[in-house]
């Protein structure tokens, strides 16, 4: 278990009781400070070849693009290290450009631009995450799913190319030292388009569940739209008279739900659980898991926030202190109070993902732009929008 446990951490086990590191990274300093080099690894040599033949040509969504190993080499600068936009468990993420029109590779500022996943040799569960991938995402279209382009699957190497999302990740934005913080409004937005994203999912036949949400795999486009990426861990829900599917456990330390965690029992209120996370998150700007605030005790942000999130007069004490106070306090209140509902300790008191998503909707108002920072205030106390913006929400009107 260790390290992995003291940041968000992909965690798989099969017992209900601990937590060990699963497939994916733990999100500690030493593998971040090893990114360029681990990114740099040619080919995938443990990796297992029976898996291979597994039905990659007969069952990828035949909407997908299928690339070519030396294509998606040569999109990406050979997968240099200046073209590198992040790492995951999964492997290094790269930018690349292609062609608009053939999609064949082409030179750095022209076309379009993608992020091209690769796979790491080190990833034992990753054939089997990047085909569920392949599978959810390329038959799944919404405005809130990041849109997978193509993929490859040549030899060993396994690769997937998305839409781009020049914005980056929620994470970034809430937590990364020296950028701006986001506004209120946008905060709202996001979790309203994540919502969006996660009632779609749980609104279909197969009762889709994602399973991975936390701040990294919600992405944000030019216009700070948010869209889901990740979904080599989700898997259809239950349907007919089942109540949930039995799964091993994985998923992210601080975002799983405590019920899924102990039991491997999996249902669309997991995700509800998760999504009270990242509002959590969204209204304190702390880590769902925090090494600063835990003090080296394991403490999750649900802990530390639920005995301010039941008291009326103590909840807006968890709030970011980086918003300056611009927010509405009867809107922080209200989505407070909403992630409390999402953090039921027992599954079925929590709402659904449509309830949720209609309850921020009709509490927030969309019409008016703003800006995806906080506005700053000069010394006449005039309000300066930092950048116009398309798609925005006026305030809470609760
Ligand atoms: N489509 C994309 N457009 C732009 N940047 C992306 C895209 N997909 C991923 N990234 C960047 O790459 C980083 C790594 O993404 P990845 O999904 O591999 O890992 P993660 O979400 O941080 O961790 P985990 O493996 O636990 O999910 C992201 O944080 C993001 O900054
Ligand atoms: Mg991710």
Redesign the pocket.
Known sequence: MGNCCRK???CAHASSTNFSSGS??S?NNELKQDSTSSCQQASLGSFNKSLITSTVDASVPSNLKSFSFIDLKNATKNFRSETL?????????F?GWLDENTLAPTKPGSGIV??V?RLKAESSQGHKEWLAEVNYLGQLRHENL?KLIGYCAESENRLLV?????K??L??HLFRKGDQPIAWAMRMRIAIDVARGLSFLHGLNANVIYR?L?A??I?LDSDYNAKL??F?LARDGPTGDNTHVSTKVVG?RGYAAPEYVATGHLTPKSDVYSFGVVLLELLSGRRAMDDERANFVEETLVDWAKPFLSDPRRVLRIMDTRLGGQYSKKGAQAVAALALLCLHTDSKNRPQMIEVLTTLEKNISKDMPTSPFPAKLDSHRIKHINSPHRRVIEQLRI
């Open positions: 968000p951490a992909k994916k990274k999100h936009l992040g790492e995951g468990g999964f492997g290094c993420v930018k993608v992020a996943k990041v998305y839409e781009f999302m020049p980056g990740s994470e970034n991975d936390k990294s795999n992405l990426s990740d080599g992210t």
